[in-house]
């Protein structure tokens, strides 16, 4: 029943740039407003951004401002978060999915996770 396949994760040094993959698997992302969660060791899961399919608006959350970006290839049908200056903090399972309620825009999305994937690991170590 997955959903989304994520990839793209893997082992960085500080200061290092990934980028995440979000690929769907037997639909199409470009109707869906597309989050992206982390969760690390004992912390509750969290938002980390959003991209919305009615206007392409984003939302980020203020941890990664300035340093993440979500985009969107509708010809590939994925979803990317290119990450840059990653930090000690950032390490975690990285997940994409879709929202609950208005599945179209972001606003409240940290408390909306829809369906979601496998997710892919991001390890920052020096």
């Known amino acids: 029943q997955v959903q989304f396949v994520e990839s793209g994760g893997g082992l960085v040094q500080p200061g290092g740039s990934l980028r995440l993959s979000c690929g769907a698997s037997?639909?199409?992302?470009?109707?869906?407003?597309i989050g992206w969660f982390r969760q690390a060791p004992g912390k509750e899961r969290e938002g980390v951004s959003c991209?919305?399919?009615?206007?392409?608006?984003?939302d980020y959350a203020d941890s990664v401002k300035g340093r993440f970006t979500i985009s969107r290839d509708k010809t590939k049908n994925t979803v990317y978060l290119q990450m840059n200056s990653l930090k000690p903090e950032d390490p975690a399972v990285y997940y994409c999915?879709?929202?609950?309620?208005?599945?179209?825009?972001?606003?409240?999305?940290?408390?909306?996770?829809?369906?979601w994937g496998q997710g892919t690991q991001v390890t920052v170590s020096s």
């Open positions: 991209i919305s399919s009615n206007d392409g608006s984003t």
């Open positions: 037997g639909f199409s992302l470009d109707a869906y407003a």
């Open positions: 999915a879709t929202l609950l309620g208005a599945y179209y825009h972001c606003p409240g999305y940290e408390t909306r996770i829809g369906s």
